[in-house]
């Protein structure tokens, strides 16, 4: 099991970006895991944002994100990031990371074991 804790959120107007950082910790070997990245608007169901594989050779992004958004990772520091850029209101949403002890990246939400707490992102027009 692996512990999580995002932190990066903030207010940022339209147009803006920020950078997430998802900090892990426990005896799990970090450097395995699968990473993702999902959020969560009010009153709408938790959706995928993007996804980077345990050698960070591979990785998947939402349409929504796609061009905007980079997930990275540096195994060292046991931490997993979003880059968003060009942000608009309708990514205002608490952000979440996810690991997956498979390794792989997957866009499924099931398919990840732990979770973090949410960091929450907010976009002025």
């Known amino acids: 099991q692996v512990q999580l ?16 950082s998802c900090a892990a910790s426990g005896r799990a070997l970090f450097s395995t895991y699968g990473m993702g990245w999902f959020r969560q608007a009010p009153g709408k169901e938790r959706e ?5 594989s345990w050698d960070d050779r591979t990785t998947y992004y ?3 994100v796609k061009g905007r958004g980079t997930i990275s990772r540096n195994n060292a520091k046991k931490t997993v990031y979003l880059q ?14 996810a690991a997956d002890r498979q390794g792989v ?4 939400m099931y398919e990840y074991d732990d979770w973090g707490q949410g960091t929450q992102v907010t976009v002025s027009s």
């Open 62 to 64: 939402a349409d929504s």
């Open 105 to 108: 990246p997957s866009t499924v």
């Open 5 to 20: 804790v995002e932190s990066g959120g903030g207010l940022v107007q339209a147009g803006g970006s920020l950078r997430l």
């Open 48 to 52: 995928f944002v993007a996804t980077i």
């Open 84 to 97: 968003m850029e060009s942000l608009k209101p309708e990514d205002t949403a608490v952000y979440y990371c």
